[in-house]
């Protein structure tokens, strides 16, 4: 017997939409939902249509509601928290982290040179600006989400979902300072030239469609950040052992 064919309900269809602007990252995780007029307006659906369709994403764990409205979840979350706190207490994981990232990200930036929409690319030139005047100013913490902005762009705009929420999920432990100080990288002579120059060749070329380039731009970059976390941890290790070698009175007796 052949089942019949029967139409899904709005709610499902509404759903099926916010789940698929979810995937394709239009919209993010952790950003707040328009309120519920606003979206209702927007999607062109009824208020309860959408308050049932929102409800179904949750029930999925896609989105989270509450007093001050729906948000989009952290849904990686529970792969990246328990995560985060395994690598914090590794020597080694800076290291991983960015042999990962030079697999991951150098195929993602020759993606991008080749699949960037005009819209994209134009995103590239608008943060590569603001990375160059964020470095004209002198102005680290600045210069540090343009960075992380950069790489993002690359993740978009290679159009693989998987790439663009793994490594998505990657640089938000960045952010927080997982495996290094962003700022204390950035105060070290010289770095903040050296890897305003590399993010410069990377955009340069996705921006010309060159993905060779845009590839080695990327794994040389990543090779490089690994380089100078690896010193800079070195020097934070003997600058620590001097001082504790200097506080050492009070330990001994006279």
Same mark, same amino acid.
């Given at each position: 017997?052949?089942?019949?064919?029967?139409?899904?309900?709005?709610?499902?269809?509404?759903?099926?939409?916010?789940?698929?602007?979810?995937?394709?990252? /239009?919209?993010?995780?952790?950003?707040?939902?328009?309120?519920?007029?606003?979206?209702?307006?927007?999607?062109? &659906? %009824?208020?309860? %249509?959408?308050?049932?369709?929102? @409800?179904?994403?949750?029930?999925?764990?896609?989105? /989270?509601?509450?007093?001050?409205? =729906?948000?989009?979840?952290?849904?990686?979350?529970?792969?990246?928290?328990?995560?985060?706190?395994?690598?914090?207490?590794?020597? @080694?994981?800076?290291?991983?982290? $960015?042999?990962?990232?030079?697999? &991951?990200?150098?195929?993602? +930036?020759?993606? +991008?040179?080749?699949?960037?929409?005009?819209? *994209?690319?134009?995103?590239?030139?608008?943060?590569?600006?603001?990375?160059?005047?964020?470095?004209? @100013?002198?102005?680290?913490?600045?210069? =540090?989400? =343009?960075?992380?902005?950069?790489?993002?762009?690359?993740?978009?705009?290679?159009?693989?979902?998987?790439?663009?929420?793994?490594?998505?999920?990657? %640089?938000?432990?960045?952010?927080?300072?997982?495996?290094?100080?962003?700022?204390?990288? $950035?105060?070290?002579?010289?770095?903040? *030239?050296?890897?305003? #120059?590399?993010? @410069?060749?990377?955009?340069?070329?996705?921006?010309?469609?060159? =993905?060779?380039? +845009?590839?080695? #731009? %990327?794994? +040389?970059?990543?090779?490089?950040?690994?380089?100078?976390?690896?010193?800079?941890?070195?020097?934070?290790?003997?600058?620590?052992?001097?001082?504790?070698?200097?506080?050492?009175?009070?330990?001994?007796?006279?």
């Amino acid at each position: 017997m052949i089942d019949p064919v029967r139409p899904a309900k709005l709610a499902e269809t509404i759903a099926g939409h916010i789940e698929r602007l979810i995937l394709e990252g /239009v919209i993010r995780p952790g950003e707040k939902l328009a309120s519920e007029r606003d979206l209702a307006e927007r999607l062109e &659906v %009824s208020r309860p %249509s959408l308050r049932e369709a929102l @409800q179904l994403l949750e029930e999925r764990g896609l989105v /989270v509601t509450g007093r001050g409205g =729906a948000r989009v979840a952290q849904f990686l979350a529970p792969l990246t928290d328990p995560l985060a706190a395994l690598l914090r207490s590794n020597a @080694q994981v800076a290291e991983d982290y $960015f042999e990962y990232r030079e697999a &991951v990200e150098g195929k993602a +930036a020759g993606l +991008a040179a080749l699949r960037a929409s005009p819209l *994209e690319r134009a995103a590239f030139a608008a943060v590569l600006d603001e990375m160059a005047q964020a470095h004209a @100013q002198n102005d680290p913490a600045r210069e =540090a989400e =343009a960075d992380i902005a950069l790489h993002r762009l690359v993740y978009e705009a290679s159009h693989n979902l998987v790439i663009l929420h793994v490594m998505r999920a990657f %640089s938000e432990l960045l952010r927080q300072d997982i495996f290094f100080s962003r700022i204390n990288l $950035f105060a070290r002579d010289g770095v903040r *030239e050296a890897l305003l #120059a590399q993010h @410069q060749a990377i955009g340069a070329a996705v921006l010309a469609g060159d =993905a060779a380039a +845009a590839e080695e #731009a %990327s794994r +040389a970059h990543m090779r490089f950040s690994s380089r100078a976390i690896a010193e800079l941890r070195r020097d934070e290790a003997r600058l620590a052992t001097a001082v504790r070698r200097l506080g050492r009175a009070g330990l001994v007796a006279d």
